[in-house]
């Protein structure tokens, strides 16, 4: 059991679904936010003044163990199916488990938390590998994330994560992502075709999935529809995945209405592939995600 800790002011303890999953609503002067522990996964944010600057599936499940459609899940201690046995969970057990609540504090001008996941029988069974991941979130105007995995075992380690952020959007067929162009490109739906360069900005003409590797650690989604512009920069991520699912797999998928995907795009900073992460034993590494709303 988790030991409870004080909650700031502006900061309730609410439960979402069926089975009551812990979620935490921030409500302060600066912003709102609802964020959940299973997954430490920010559910909804919006500053004051600004739109939400997250997508969350209306027909989201919230069930334990299942990920919840939308936010910013944390894909970890993998990205995608596991390269080697495609019966454990897609994109790694980090956000189908509860974290813990290890601090919630007021700062001059945001409500900063820190959620940790510490391995344990279980997260061995699946990666054998001793851990402790914490992520600390900042909410106030602006909002920024920061993961930092320890490895607390006696051997090197090797990760991949992603920062699978779900963005809103006008119309997703009216979007782009500028600054990955140059950057090598795996086109997942493709499966077996030699990597190709990006060039220009990346659009989501139906259903797309493809991994962009040693880019820059910054990138801009620009809603064209509705002239609104996200930087996102995250300098310690050298790889971006751009996912819309389009509308056969959206109609598979089970946790999105049948047109959602044309109001979303998924802009993912992580470090996958060639851009995973070696961690040697005793060895911490963080890495930050922030936002700028250009309007
Ligand atoms: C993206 C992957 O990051 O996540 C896609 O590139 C995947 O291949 C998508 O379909 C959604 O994954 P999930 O497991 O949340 O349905």
């Given at each position: ?52 600057l997250l997508w969350l599936s209306a027909q989201a ?235």
């Amino acid at each position: 059991m988790d030991a409870p800790i004080p909650l700031p002011e502006g900061m309730t303890e609410i439960s979402l679904g069926s089975a009551g999953l812990r979620v935490w609503q921030i409500t302060t002067d600066a912003c709102q936010a609802l964020v959940s522990a299973q997954g430490a996964q920010l559910l909804a944010f919006q500053a004051r003044g600004k739109a939400p600057l997250l997508w969350l599936s209306a027909q989201a499940a919230y069930a334990p163990g299942k990920a919840i459609r939308g936010g910013i899940p944390l894909c970890f201690p993998w990205f995608g199916p596991h390269p080697a046995d495609p019966a454990k969970p897609a994109h790694g057990f980090a956000r189908q488990r509860k974290w813990t609540l290890a601090s919630a504090a007021t700062t001059r001008d945001a409500i900063v938390l820190e959620l940790q996941l510490a391995a344990d029988a279980a997260t061995r069974a699946l990666w054998p590998h001793d851990f402790l991941a914490s992520l600390r979130m900042s909410l106030g105007s602006t909002l920024s994330l920061q993961l930092s995995v320890t490895n607390t075992g006696h051997d090197d380690c090797l990760f991949g994560f992603a920062f699978h952020s779900y963005f809103p959007l006008a119309d997703s067929r009216e979007a782009r992502v500028e600054g990955l162009e140059g950057s090598a490109c795996i086109d997942q739906l493709r499966p077996g075709q030699k990597r190709q360069r990006q060039e220009g900005p990346v659009r989501f003409d139906g259903e797309t999935d493809r991994i962009y590797l040693h880019t820059a650690g910054r990138c801009r989604l620009v809603d064209e529809a509705r002239n609104h512009a996200l930087s996102i920069s995250a300098p310690d991520c050298r790889s971006v995945i751009a996912w819309n699912p389009g509308a056969a797999k959206t109609a598979r998928l089970g946790d999105m209405a049948p047109e959602a995907w044309r109001g979303m795009a998924c802009v993912e900073s992580g470090n996958i592939e060639d851009d995973a992460v070696r961690l040697p034993a005793g060895a911490t590494k963080a890495f930050t995600l922030a936002f700028e709303q250009e309007a």
